[in-house]
């Protein structure tokens, strides 16, 4: 059935085509094809009959003319409503108009419009988020407020001392800066904390600089590993340069006017204090203990460094040894000697032990001592010689000096006395003063190195004494009566029979204690050569010249007697001061 009807359906779209190219032969307006009035027309007159179709025009001619005279019935009787209306309409046109121009300006002040719309959200939403930042920091004010009195409180506790407090402060604060980083507030905490710290650094390196030990000592450098901010190595630069800095001061502030003074606080000051410093290093930074590093390069320089400051330190301490026995200590070098051995026997317990480094500095200054002495004793000849006049001693004068010598005869085996024939002549008894003097002091501290060299001044002295006396005789010689020839042949004689081999003896029991090897005596070391020395007196001897009266030969542990200290006419004064035998044999041994 519906087959059917879609056939009929094609064939009157068929028969419609049709008639409509029968009646518009040219084209039908496009705007018709698509009319359902005229589709329904056209269907109307497809089923109408031939007189219907006739009369169709007649019938479409009276529709129109009724259909205008309506339309102008209307247009009469409603004339007003039309103009109204075209009033209306213009109105309106112009309305749109405007209303288009408005458009179009808001059109241009959308994008504007939107831009701000958008800041005003972003606004918006910031202020939200502050709102609830301030929301949760207000929630939170107590937390908040102790984060940020951090930096007073560790200020406080660095001032007052709480290192362990203000560590701990630090390591909170350093946790903080790894995950807040970012933050402006956290920041400044960071750097008020950092400048805390650095205060704390120079507080407990300040202390490392005054008189603290060995417990307090373990605390500060606990304290700066603790900081992690030295290495082990600049550690331990620090740390000695800290104590070396306070031993300076202490050292210093010795005072400098008397150098045996000096030299002994210093010492004392030296070895109490080192020893200290040494204890308190080895006790904080154990070198010894393998693998404590964990390198053994940075080991092994580490140990140098101490070493090395250890031997600075004892270097500083050799130089100012050397310089204070320049200045001179007096008679005193045997105490002396035997601080600085003591100083180096202590410093031993600790791989340090410097008493071989003693014996040049002693050996050197004891033999400048003595050179100087022996220079000040040939000068002073040499004066008494421009104003020497051969003079005979009375037999009272002779007696009262001889009544004021102790009385200890020659052979005595507990002395060693100077002749008593150098008291008839000045220049050769004070001089002989003068070398005794030397060699009081010298005996003290009398290294064996320095032998050889005090033999060698003697003899050097004693020719310059011998020069010095020929030279008189030749100046002399012309005006000298036949009396005073035969005293200056006396004054040769005493010369080269009696001052030379005493002084010679005087020389070799100062050092007869000290053996060469194992087998020889120093004294055949230095025995000074008397020929040698009394040649150029042998012209100015007589011929036949008697011995002198001199003592008997002397034994090692014998005493030297000092001559009569009472003064004789005016350019006769006695000498005094000789090497006793106790102090001779009991020489310092370096």
Same mark, same amino acid.
């Given at each position: 059935?519906?087959?059917?009807?879609?056939?009929?359906?094609?064939?009157?779209?068929?028969?419609?085509?049709?008639?409509?190219?029968?009646?518009?032969?040219?084209?039908?307006?496009?705007?018709?094809?698509?009319?359902?009035?005229? @589709?329904?027309?056209?269907?109307?007159?497809?089923?109408?009959? *031939?007189?219907?179709?006739?009369?169709?025009?007649?019938? %479409?001619?009276?529709?129109? #003319?009724?259909?205008?005279?309506? &339309?102008?019935?209307?247009?009469?009787?409603?004339?007003?409503?039309?103009?109204?209306?075209?009033?209306?309409?213009?109105?309106?046109?112009?309305?749109?108009?405007?209303?288009?121009?408005?458009?179009?300006?808001?059109?241009?002040?959308?994008?504007?419009?939107?831009?701000?719309?958008?800041?005003?959200?972003?606004?918006?939403?910031?202020?939200?988020?502050?709102?609830?930042?301030? #929301?949760?920091?207000?929630?939170?004010?107590?937390?908040?407020?102790?984060?940020?009195?951090?930096?007073?409180?560790?200020?406080?506790?660095?001032?007052?001392?709480?290192?362990?407090?203000?560590?701990?402060?630090?390591?909170?604060?350093?946790?903080?800066?790894?995950?807040?980083?970012?933050?402006?507030?956290?920041?400044?905490?960071? #750097?008020?904390?950092?400048?805390?710290?650095?205060?704390? *650094?120079?507080?407990?390196?300040?202390?490392?600089?005054?008189?603290?030990?060995?417990?307090?000592?373990?605390?500060?450098?606990?304290?700066?590993?603790?900081?992690?901010?030295?290495?082990?190595?600049?550690?331990?630069?620090?740390?000695?340069?800290?104590?070396?800095?306070?031993?300076?001061?202490?050292?210093?502030?010795?005072?400098?006017?008397?150098?045996?003074?000096?030299?002994?606080?210093?010492?004392?000051?030296?070895?109490?204090?080192?020893?200290?410093?040494?204890?308190?290093?080895?006790?904080?930074?154990?070198?010894?203990?393998?693998?404590?590093?964990?390198?053994?390069?940075?080991?092994?320089?580490?140990?140098?460094?101490?070493?090395?400051?250890?031997?600075?330190?004892?270097?500083?301490?050799?130089?100012?040894?050397?310089?204070?026995?320049?200045?001179?200590?007096?008679?005193?070098?045997?105490?002396?000697?035997?601080?600085?051995?003591?100083?180096?026997?202590?410093? #031993?317990?600790?791989?340090?032990?410097?008493?071989?480094? %003693?014996?040049? %500095?002693?050996?050197?200054?004891?033999?400048?001592?003595?050179?100087?002495?022996?220079?000040?004793?040939?000068?002073?000849?040499?004066?008494?010689?421009?104003?020497?006049?051969?003079?005979?001693?009375?037999?009272?004068?002779?007696? @009262?000096?001889?009544?004021?010598?102790?009385?200890?005869?020659?052979?005595?085996?507990?002395?060693?006395? !100077?002749?008593?024939? *150098?008291?008839?002549? !000045?220049?050769?008894?004070?001089?002989?003063?003068?070398?005794?003097?030397?060699?009081?002091?010298?005996?003290?501290?009398?290294? *064996?190195?320095?032998?050889?060299?005090?033999?060698?001044?003697?003899?050097?002295?004693?020719?310059?004494?011998?020069?010095? &006396?020929?030279?008189?005789?030749?100046?002399?010689?012309?005006?000298?009566?036949?009396?005073?020839?035969?005293?200056?042949?006396?004054?040769?004689?005493?010369?080269?029979?009696?001052?030379?081999?005493?002084?010679?003896?005087?020389?070799?029991?100062?050092?007869?204690?000290?053996?060469?090897?194992?087998?020889?005596?120093?004294?055949?070391?230095?025995?000074?050569?008397?020929?040698?020395?009394?040649?150029?007196?042998?012209?100015?001897?007589?011929?036949?010249?008697?011995?002198?009266?001199?003592?008997?030969?002397?034994?090692?542990?014998?005493?030297?007697?000092?001559?009569?200290?009472?003064?004789?006419?005016?350019?006769?004064?006695?000498?005094?001061?000789?090497?006793?035998?106790?102090?001779?044999?009991?020489?310092?041994?370096?």
């Amino acid at each position: 059935m519906a087959a059917f009807e879609e056939d009929d359906s094609f064939l009157l779209r068929s028969t419609n085509r049709d008639l409509l190219s029968a009646v518009f032969k040219d084209s039908i307006p496009d705007n018709w094809r698509d009319n359902p009035d005229f @589709t329904f027309y056209l269907s109307e007159l497809s089923s109408s009959n *031939l007189d219907r179709l006739v009369s169709e025009p007649e019938r %479409l001619s009276e529709e129109r #003319s009724q259909l205008l005279e309506q &339309t102008q019935d209307l247009a009469f009787n409603n004339y007003k409503t039309f103009i109204k209306t075209a009033d209306c309409s213009r109105e309106i046109f112009q309305d749109f108009i405007h209303v288009e121009t408005q458009v179009d300006s808001l059109l241009d002040a959308l994008p504007s419009f939107i831009d701000k719309c958008k800041r005003f959200q972003d606004a918006g939403q910031e202020i939200n988020s502050r709102r609830y930042s301030n #929301s949760m920091i207000l929630g939170r004010h107590t937390q908040l407020l102790e984060v940020l009195e951090i930096p007073q409180l560790m200020d406080t506790c660095v001032r007052n001392g709480y290192y362990e407090e203000a560590l701990e402060l630090s390591t909170f604060v350093k946790r903080l800066e790894k995950r807040f980083s970012n933050i402006t507030v956290i920041k400044n905490i960071i #750097s008020d904390v950092f400048a805390s710290s650095q205060l704390m *650094l120079i507080q407990l390196l300040q202390q490392l600089r005054t008189n603290i030990q060995l417990p307090q000592c373990l605390r500060i450098i606990g304290y700066l590993r603790r900081l992690d901010v030295f290495s082990e190595t600049e550690l331990r630069m620090k740390f000695l340069q800290a104590r070396d800095s306070w031993l300076s001061s202490v050292l210093s502030a010795i005072p400098r006017d008397d150098p045996y003074h000096h030299i002994s606080k210093t010492i004392e000051a030296s070895r109490v204090h080192l020893f200290d410093i040494i204890t308190q290093y080895r006790a904080i930074f154990s070198d010894d203990e393998p693998g404590i590093l964990g390198d053994d390069e940075d080991s092994s320089a580490n140990s140098s460094l101490f070493h090395a400051w250890i031997v600075q330190k004892i270097s500083a301490f050799l130089s100012t040894l050397r310089d204070d026995l320049k200045r001179g200590v007096g008679n005193r070098s045997d105490s002396l000697l035997g601080q600085c051995m003591y100083f180096g026997l202590s410093f #031993s317990r600790v791989g340090a032990d410097f008493r071989g480094l %003693l014996a040049p %500095l002693f050996q050197e200054a004891s033999f400048s001592s003595f050179s100087s002495a022996m220079d000040v004793a040939t000068q002073s000849f040499k004066e008494t010689m421009n104003g020497y006049h051969p003079v005979s001693f009375s037999s009272t004068l002779t007696s @009262t000096i001889l009544g004021s010598t102790p009385s200890k005869t020659k052979t005595s085996d507990e002395n060693i006395s !100077p002749p008593i024939v *150098l008291l008839e002549h !000045p220049p050769l008894a004070s001089f002989t003063n003068a070398v005794l003097a030397a060699l009081n002091d010298l005996r003290l501290c009398a290294p *064996l190195g320095i032998a050889h060299s005090v033999k060698m001044c003697v003899e050097n002295s004693l020719s310059l004494v011998v020069a010095e &006396t020929t030279s008189f005789y030749r100046a002399e010689e012309t005006a000298l009566t036949s009396e005073e020839k035969e005293l200056f042949q006396k004054f040769c004689v005493v010369l080269a029979k009696a001052l030379v081999p005493y002084l010679n003896r005087c020389v070799q029991t100062l050092f007869s204690s000290k053996p060469i090897g194992n087998t020889k005596n120093v004294s055949s070391f230095i025995s000074m050569d008397a020929d040698k020395l009394i040649a150029p007196l042998l012209p100015m001897m007589p011929n036949t010249a008697p011995e002198p009266t001199v003592d008997a030969e002397i034994k090692p542990d014998e005493e030297t007697e000092p001559i009569s200290k009472e003064e004789t006419t005016e350019n006769h004064h006695v000498p005094i001061d000789e090497p006793n035998s106790d102090d001779i044999s009991n020489n310092e041994k370096t």
